[in-house]
Structure formats: C-alpha cells, structure tokens
C-alpha cells in the first residue's frame, strides 16, 4: 500500500483532494457522480473528513471503502481528538487497519459548537501532537499527516510559536504536512521560510480551495482565520454572488495562485473540493502539465 511518504518522493508534484461524507441519500449519489470526474483527474489520495465532533466518524470509513474500491483510488480518513478517548483512538485505528488503510489525516479539531475552547474528554487528547505521538506508539503501520496554518492558527496568530506547534507534531512521527486554505502566497512562502529555519523537513502541501461563491469564501476564512486579500475582494465584489462570471473570476485567480506555488517548488496540491468537481476540474485542466 502506497504511503505518503512514497507520494512526495517522486519529482513530479501530487495532487491530491479533499470530500466529506454527505448527509442525505441523494447527496450520496450526487457524490459518486462527483468522484468519477474527480478521480479521472488521478489523484494521489482523496482524503475524506467527518463532522463535528466524529457525527460522521463511520461514514468517513464508509466513503473510504467505497472509494478505493469502485474507484481504485488511495483514500485517506480524517480523525481528530473531538470526543475521543485513548480506546476510541485505538477502536478507530484498528478498524481503519482492518480496511487495508495506512494513512491517515491526524487533527486535533475544532470545539464543539458553543463552546469557546478546546476541551478533551476524560482520557483524551488536548493537542494533535499528542495524537499523532499515541498513533505512532500504538502502530508502525499507518503515515500519518497533519495541519498547518499559513497564517498561524485561529487560536495562535504568532507564527513562530505555531510553526513551533506544527514540529512537534513532526517530531511526533507525522510525514507530510497540508495546509489550511489561503489565498496570499506570500503567507504560503513565509510559513514555509519559517518551518524551514525551524528544522521542519517533512514536505509541506498547499491547501487549495478554489472559489466558486464570494460568500461562501468570507464564512468559511471568518470561521478559520484565513485572510482575503483585497484586491481578490474588489475582483469577486465586481459580480453577483454565486454568478458564472464572479465563478469564473475566482477560479482563475485560484489557477494563477497554483501555478505561481508551482513555480515556487511545492511538493503538491491538496484541493477542498466541497464536494464539487467543477472548479477542481477546471484548476487541474488548467495546470494539467504541472503534473503529467
């Protein structure tokens, strides 16, 4: 089985794109006609999350079955330490090597809704770092990737203290590190400087997500700390939310934002599809000779 560490060996960039499993039969059937169009773009993995505080948890491992599978395509579960005790990190990682999985995405998640602050149960885990380290004592078998914030985390802005943050988790025994979304390369660049200076060596992925509606965008950066530069703004505010033309408008900064990161030597792209293949199949289309 192919690992991470074997995907960011080659010379040539990896893609790579991110689902979540739906919440309705007819979004199930909307996303297998999704992942064919995904998939035939060849991805190295297609990770798949879960919802807040592990609603989704056997889903996730449902949707990774049937990926690899129907599809013959590496697939990657999420987990985070929401709600998860030492057994529940153990029952899940078990049931993940059951499944032939040996990669995984390790976070520590965000608190549950309502609550201010991040607070584990009884016997869990307070950080990611922590995680990863218990999955790698309980298991050689599984590679392990983790988070990184360009703009330092929601909840740790200094960004010398959070890259700090993310080599504990390297340390801890993760091999790849991906992204949150941005949309300021220069963010991208100063936090790859910087994990650099810190001794950070496992390969550092951009997070994409390209941008189809404006207001979709300023929820999910107000909820996560990612800021929109303004001249990116003024483009989107030219068209109607949600528009072909405001849609065509941000996936063509998204292809110019890829291919400067490109240029730059990044070792991949990790693309947030939302679950829809249009703008990714556009983004990969558009800078197809990156990766053939």
Not at 139 to 166: K, S
Not at 174 to 196: H, I, P, W
């Amino acid at each position: 089985m192919t690992q991470f560490k074997d995907i960011y060996a080659g010379r040539k960039p990896a893609l790579s794109v991110e689902i979540f499993p739906p919440k309705t039969e007819q979004s199930w059937a909307n996303l297998q006609t999704e992942l064919t169009h995904l998939v035939a773009h060849r991805p190295a993995f297609v990770s798949v999350t879960y919802g807040a505080g592990g609603s989704t948890r056997a889903k996730t491992l449902e949707l990774v079955e049937m990926i690899h599978t129907r599809f013959q395509v590496m697939s990657v579960p999420h987990f985070t330490c929401v709600g998860s005790s030492r057994d529940d990190v153990r029952d899940y990682v078990d049931r993940v090597l059951a499944q032939g999985v040996r990669n995984l995405v390790a976070l520590r998640g965000d608190p549950p809704q309502g609550d201010a602050q991040f607070a584990p149960v009884p016997d869990g885990f307070r950080y990611a770092n922590d995680l990863v380290a218990f999955i790698k004592g309980y298991t050689a078998e599984l590679d392990i990737a983790v988070a990184g914030y360009p703009e330092g985390h929601v909840e740790c802005r200094h960004l010398v203290q959070d890259v700090e943050n993310l080599k504990r988790k390297v340390d801890a025994g993760a091999s790849v590190v991906l992204t949150q979304l941005f949309y300021g390369n220069a963010d991208f660049l100063r936090f790859r400087d910087e994990a650099t200076r810190a001794g950070i060596k496992a390969p550092i992925v951009p997070g994409i997500m390209p941008i189809t509606r404006f207001s979709q965008i300023q929820r999910i950066t107000s909820l996560c700390g990612a800021h929109i530069p303004d001249a990116l703004s003024a483009a989107l505010l030219r068209h109607e939310d949600g528009s072909p033309a405001q849609q065509a408008a941000g996936i063509e900064y998204t292809i110019e934002q890829c291919r400067e990161l490109l240029d730059h030597g990044v070792p991949g792209l990790h693309v947030f599809t939302l679950n829809n293949n249009h703008a990714t199949s556009r983004l990969v289309d558009a800078l197809g000779s990156y990766f053939d």
